[in-house]
């Protein structure tokens, strides 16, 4: 706020021009850029799932806000008609609405988390808002998530719900539920196989079934569960990974599905499964590999069934190419094969000629169009990161996008016979939150690294930049390691607000990263401490040179999940960083294989078991290396991480401590893998900051 009495400024000794210029300058300081901060960043509204009526007129989405006062967050419904500025749908405080589907021209179905009633489904008329909100089922237990399709024999209803498998009632489950929670403090778990824990959770022997609502005209009557007794699950966990679709004539349904039993935690293979909704059939379409198959969409003609395929067994970052299953025939072939992408799940565009999709490329997300016929493979948008392509009227096409600078909104452009033409942005929910603000786009540079191949990498230059000055730089290394710095928005490493807080920030897409081709991303198998480790410290080097405003004697590096395992790497290995910071490292690679959940991860990474292959293990074990650690190291865990247990971290703190080497650990007793709570959040980044600061 300003005052112009503090200004010691008289108003009424000022002549008419002189007060012209004043407020001037007073609106200009007023209006000056500001920095983007933490603070900032929990302010801002996150679009989540999103659907198009049937005319394809109207648009609606999911909007979560959280206000920092009361520490409440709320998602709500959001949309209206095309090119107008969206308006509220849903308003209640502290609930949250998710998976908008319509099922009329102006009636919307979704789901409304709340503490009394759970996850129920809901409709609600766009145009009456909150007043028609009406709760349609109440069933004992709560539903995951469902998909809606008016087909050409009637509406078709399927839910997954999380059910113990001998139970063929959902108030069976409810009840073992409430037997649970009943136990109050004397709470245990009996295991005879693995899962024990999986990613946040210990396991509760519970499976997601998909069920069929059959009486659409009264959604509360119990469903049916389409896979009734079976060990499998779908979607897949912990993340509901592997979509699931409904057959145009509304007479099938497929689904991806992973066998529970005692082999599911070293090994990827899901499978493509299909349930006739008249015998309750089921058959299984990919029983031809033991790789992973995943996300199948039926064409709009129902002739064929699109999904993505693996190659190898045991590698879950193997290359996802999209393969197509004939109905008549029932034969498979690749469609993408040959292609060195990995794509994501296929859509197809309502005239059944190409399929939508899209993939990591070159530190980009980009769109693409596969046509069906030859397999031809083009981009339809090549910048930023760009997601979750659906129909959107006769030839339009609903997309998110989003890139460092711009957090998530919806756009559309036309696509006819292969070709896109109007790309247009349809919202801008946080033009308000950010209108102040400046953030400098994010700068792609490339470099010699490992094995002399080029190596990319991302610059985000500081809040204030001026090549006049000098300012600290920071590194990020991100985790995976098979994943990538992305031109996309983040509520967790988001390299803005390092910027905003004075730091150039520098990210390299070392080998093991996705998007350079599955060599670059095959790289890194065995080789977790050198080549990774050559692109960092050669990158840090090239950056450094090639911008001389940076200072080259206040450079730091973070690092989570593997990049908190480079961390621990590092710490061994030099000291050319001023500080560190490891968020969910790896400390011991050893003791790691017998703590974490997913073990086919360190048997592929390690090629093998530590009984089988011990050298591996240990060639590139951060714990080796102690008697070498130097560098003020900052440590942070989560209590709730069972990929990476919390016995990793307290070693990596116990090293530096008992070696005298300056050092603080941040623990988050509720949050798993990710910070995720937005107190929790600016708690992480104002410690992160301040132990950046404290060594620069």
Same mark, same amino acid.
């Given at each position: ?248 004539? #509304? ?40 790789? +992973? ?12 069934? *699109? ?11 193997? +290359? ?15 469609? *993408? ?47 930023? *990161? ?14 998110? +996008? ?11 452009? *036309? ?76 509520? +967790? ?144 865990? #989560? ?58």
């Amino acid at each position: 706020a300003f005052s112009l009495r503090t200004w010691g400024i008289q108003l009424h000794s000022m002549n008419k021009l002189s007060l012209v210029v004043l407020f001037a300058v007073v609106a200009a300081v007023i209006a000056q850029d500001k920095p983007f901060t933490v603070n900032k960043l929990h302010d801002l509204h996150r679009v989540g799932e999103y659907a198009a009526s049937p005319d394809g007129k109207n648009i609606a989405f999911s909007l979560r806000t959280w206000d920092s006062n009361t520490s409440v967050a709320t998602t709500n419904l959001v949309g209206g008609p095309l090119n107008k500025p969206v308006v509220e749908i849903t308003k209640k405080l502290g609930v949250s609405d998710f998976n908008p589907v319509w099922i009329g021209e102006d009636e919307i179905l979704f789901l409304r988390a709340t503490g009394d009633k759970g996850v129920q489904l809901h409709t609600v008329v766009p145009s009456k808002g909150e007043d028609s909100v009406e709760i349609k089922s109440e069933y004992p237990v709560d539903i995951n998530s469902f998909v809606f399709k008016a087909t050409s024999n009637g509406p078709v209803l399927i839910m997954d719900i999380d059910v113990f498998p001998e139970c063929t009632t959902l108030q069976c489950t409810a009840d073992k539920n409430t037997e649970v929670e009943e136990r109050g403090a004397n709470s245990w778990h009996h295991f005879s196989e693995l899962f024990v824990r999986h990613w946040d959770v210990y396991d509760d022997h519970k499976v997601s079934h998909l069920f069929i609502q059959t009486d659409m005209d009264n959604l509360n009557k119990e469903p049916y569960d389409l896979m009734t007794g079976a060990l499998v699950t779908s979607p897949v966990p912990p993340f509901a990974e592997g979509k699931y679709d409904i057959s145009p004539d #509304g007479k099938e349904v497929v689904y991806t599905g992973s066998v529970v039993d005692r082999t599911q935690a070293w090994t990827t293979g899901w499978n493509i499964y299909t349930v006739d909704l008249e015998s309750y059939e089921i058959t299984c379409l990919t029983e031809y590999t033991e790789a +992973r198959t995943q996300d199948p969409s039926y064409s709009p003609d129902g002739k064929y069934i *699109t999904y993505l395929e693996m190659e190898r067994p045991g590698f879950e970052a193997d +290359r996802l190419h999209i393969s197509i299953y004939d109905r008549e025939s029932k034969l498979s072939q690749g469609l *993408t094969s040959t292609v060195d992408i990995s794509f994501g799940a296929p859509s197809w565009d309502r005239s059944g000629k190409f399929v939508l999709t899209d993939a990591d490329s070159e530190g980009f997300h980009k769109l693409y169009s596969v046509e069906v016929s030859t397999g031809e493979v083009s981009v339809l948008i090549g910048s930023g *990161t760009n997601n979750g392509a659906q129909l959107l009227g006769k030839d339009t096409i609903l997309v998110s +996008r989003q890139s460092m600078v711009s957090p998530v909104d919806l756009w559309s452009f *036309t696509f006819f016979n292969g070709t896109i033409k109007d790309l247009k942005q349809l919202t801008d929910v946080n033009a308000e939150q950010l209108k102040d603000i400046k953030m400098h786009e994010a700068t792609s540079f490339t470099f010699k690294g490992s094995n002399g191949d080029m190596v990319q990498g991302w610059l985000v230059k500081p809040f204030g930049f001026s090549e006049k000055k000098v300012f600290p730089v920071v590194q990020l290394i991100h985790g995976g390691p098979e994943g990538s710095w992305e031109d996309s928005w983040s509520y +967790r490493w988001n390299p803005q607000v390092w910027a905003g807080h004075g730091y150039a920030v520098y990210m390299i897409n070392f080998h093991g990263s996705t998007g350079f081709g599955q060599n670059f991303t095959d790289a890194i198998k065995g080789n977790w401490g050198a080549a990774p480790y050559y692109d960092i410290m050669n990158g840090t080097e090239y950056i450094l040179k090639e911008n001389t405003w940076m200072n080259s004697s206040s450079v730091s590096s973070c690092g989570a999940s593997y990049g908190g395992y480079m961390i621990n790497w590092i710490l061994g290995q030099t000291d050319r960083f001023n500080a560190l910071v490891a968020h969910d490292g790896m400390f011991d690679t050893v003791n790691s294989f017998y703590s974490t959940d997913e073990l086919w991860f360190p048997i592929w990474e390690f090629n093998g078991k530590p009984w089988e292959n011990m050298k591996a293990y240990q060639e590139y074990n951060p714990s080796r290396f102690v008697e070498n650690w130097k560098t003020p190291t900052l440590v942070i865990h #989560g209590g709730k991480d069972f990929r990476l247990d919390m016995s990793q971290g307290l070693s990596t703190f116990t090293a530096l401590q008992v070696r005298n080497i300056p050092s603080e650990m941040l623990v988050f007793p509720e949050e798993n893998h990710w910070v995720l709570k937005p107190q929790n959040g600016i708690k992480w980044y104002n410690t992160v900051l301040a132990w950046l600061d404290r060594w620069q």
